[in-house]
């Protein structure tokens, strides 16, 4: 099995640009599909990002996602940041016998 | 729209089994495309995923539960279900099930909204 990595905490000012990064322990980030997701205080998750790039039904352009072979992590970035983007945010990455989620950031919008 | 709906009950006591059934509409369970998950999160931790059943009954777990927990679908009735036994104060979280996309990636489209599950001494 495999560890994700992500950041404690993240915080930004509104309209300002903000990178989470989620780093893959043992074998290559590339070598399975990262998903990641939203979760806001007192409700359940929300998919943002799945095969490592592709937005899910109904968010909007500020969210994307890619990955690094170098640095062997995956990266959402949030631009135009709003104070709705606060929340918890996970990545996830899989394999043929097991599903891991990253410890999540938490996302503070000042 | 697919919706999923969490049910069970709120408290267990230590030592017993914590039993939740998940109600899925919009959607089929037979669907050859999708798994059928349980996801946690204790208070103050992350997700933590527990396993998925597929429709046939085949089913795949988190080694760390893995000898505490059996998962099961209902296909007549368009349900699955997690049992976990011998549950202590580490088990308490809110418990979610997922609908899992099996197709290029393995991801979590659809979510329940959760129910949480205290575990009493």
């Known amino acids: 099995n495999f560890i994700l990595t992500q950041p404690h905490s993240v915080s930004e000012s509104p309209g300002k640009t903000v990178t989470i990064s989620c780093t893959r322990n043992?074998?290559?980030?590339?070598?399975?599909?990262v998903q990641w997701y939203q979760q806001r205080p007192g409700t359940s998750p929300t998919s943002v990002i799945y095969?490592?790039?592709?937005?899910a039904s109904g968010v909007p352009d500020r969210f994307s996602g890619s990955y690094d072979i170098s640095s062997n992590s995956a990266y959402l970035t949030i631009s135009g940041l709003k104070p709705e983007d606060e929340g918890d945010y996970f990545c996830?990455?899989?394999?043929?016998?097991?599903?891991?989620f990253g410890g999540g950031t938490k996302l503070t919008v000042l | 729209q697919v919706q999923l709906q969490e049910s069970g009950p709120g408290l267990v006591k230590s030592s017993g089994t914590l039993s939740l059934t998940c109600t899925v509409s919009g959607a089929s369970v037979r669907s050859g495309s999708d798994c059928w998950s349980w996801v946690r999160r204790p208070p103050g931790q992350g997700l933590e995923w527990m396993g998925f059943v597929y429709y046939t009954g085949t089913t795949k777990y988190n080694p760390s539960l893995k000898s505490r927990v059996t998962m099961s679908v209902d296909t007549s009735n368009n349900q699955f279900f997690l049992n976990l036994k011998s549950v202590t104060a580490a088990d308490t979280a809110v418990y979610y099930c997922a609908r899992e996309k099996y197709q290029n990636s393995r991801w979590f489209d659809t979510w329940g909204q959760g129910t949480l599950v205290t575990v009493s001494s």
């Open positions: 996830q990455s899989y394999d043929s016998d097991t599903r891991v």
């Open positions: 043992t074998g290559s980030i590339a070598s399975n599909y």
């Open positions: 095969e490592d790039s592709l937005r």
